[in-house]
């Protein structure tokens, strides 16, 4: 519909699809109210739909894909996070989010995120909680631990991001966080999914470890379909046959996903690789093959870590990377988004 469509001819819409045996499903899209029906009555339906008062134009869509497809939106979507421009992603900028898997105390949290801020990160990352593999493993400190992680967005000026794991947590996420990071295990708690849509913040999406493409993209409609367009896709890796790496990262998921949906796409080169000399190369190769961005763990002392210390990257070899991601972005006719001025206080 069109951004100055009346209710009344919103309505108008519904009754000449319903009255043609179709259900309409209304839903918000940057503020514009989108009609999405199954199935199609053929070409004199649209045209009559085309030429009703209030319509912008009428997308048909093959498959299931719908919102996030790019036959509905050709441009590419930009998520914003933050102030004075922030973060942004699916912009003609590379992003890079950084800071440790799990947040763990005030005293970690300052020396990492001083670190990452250092060499230029334009967002931090860190869980507060963390569903892991065995129960027995660190779960993260939970609401305590959003607490430190919005101290640090205070102190730096940076937008956060943390993951959420059940629905009845988006609420109290929402009010620490900048965005949502739904986890790869969390990819089709399609309840989870729904409120993170609804919750008005940004979300960060990680592909589930088995699933396809398509699958990652539709657990995006879901987040679209409740309204909320800043969805940015993670590729994080996929179980594969192979052993020498933690999971397989799928560059090429990255490519495709870029030519089917109009959503900014980033990589996650620490959880996929799960080694630390493996970072920097897949970083480096996500620049080249398209990605809008990054998101990597860093720890300054990560053999003491309590998640994922083994694939963390030390501050050092953070800013090592920062600077070899410089010409390769710029290659690709992209610059490597700066991070906003700011001072660090200790809090």
């Known amino acids: ?21 179709l259900i309409p499903i209304s839903s918000t899209v940057a503020g514009v109210t989108v009609l999405i029906t199954e199935g199609t009555d053929g070409p004199d339906l649209a045209t009559v739909l085309e030429n009703a008062p209030g319509v912008d134009r009428v997308v048909v869509v093959s498959g299931s894909q719908r ?3 790019r036959v509905f939106r050709p441009e590419d979507t930009q998520v914003t996070l933050g102030t ?16 440790p898997c799990a947040v763990e105390s005030p005293a970690q949290m300052n020396a990492v995120v001083d670190s990452v801020v250092a060499s230029g990160a334009v967002m931090l990352r860190g869980g507060a ?21 919005a101290e640090q967005r205070k102190r730096t000026g940076l937008p956060v991001v943390t993951e959420v794991v059940t629905p009845g947590d988006v609420e109290s996420v929402a009010e620490e966080s900048d965005m949502l990071q739904i986890g790869a295990r969390n990819m089709q708690n399609f309840e989870l999914l729904r409120e993170a849509g609804a919750s008005g913040r940004p979300v960060l999406l990680k592909r589930g470890m088995s699933a396809t493409i398509e699958e990652w993209l539709l657990a995006a409609e879901y987040v679209l379909h409740m309204g909320n367009s800043d969805v940015v896709l993670c590729e994080r890796g996929i179980r594969s046959f192979e052993r020498g790496t933690r999971f397989t990262l799928d560059l090429s998921a990255v490519a495709e996903a870029k030519r089917l949906t109009h959503l900014p796409v980033i990589v996650d080169p620490s959880h996929s690789t799960g080694k630390p000399h493996l970072v920097a190369p897949m970083s480096l190769a996500a620049a080249a093959c398209g990605a809008d961005g990054l998101i990597v763990d860093v720890h300054t002392d990560a053999s003491n870590a309590m998640c994922d210390g083994a694939q963390a990257l030390s501050g050092e070899q953070f800013s090592t990377l920062m600077g070899r991601l410089k010409p390769v972005v710029e290659a690709v006719g992209r610059t490597l988004s ?3 001025t700011h001072s660090l206080a200790r809090v």
Do not use: C, D, H
């Open 84 to 99: 004075a421009g922030g973060a942004v992603f699916g912009g003609s900028g590379f992003a890079v989010i950084a800071g």
């Open 1 to 21: 519909m069109s951004p100055q469509a009346a209710r009344e001819q919103v309505e108008s819409v519904n009754e000449l699809l319903r009255g043609s045996g």
């Open 338 to 340: 700066p991070a906003v």
């Open 129 to 149: 909680f963390k569903p892991r593999t065995s129960p027995y493993s660190f779960q993260g400190l939970g609401l305590a631990g959003l607490t430190l992680l």
């Open 67 to 69: 919102l996030t497809s």
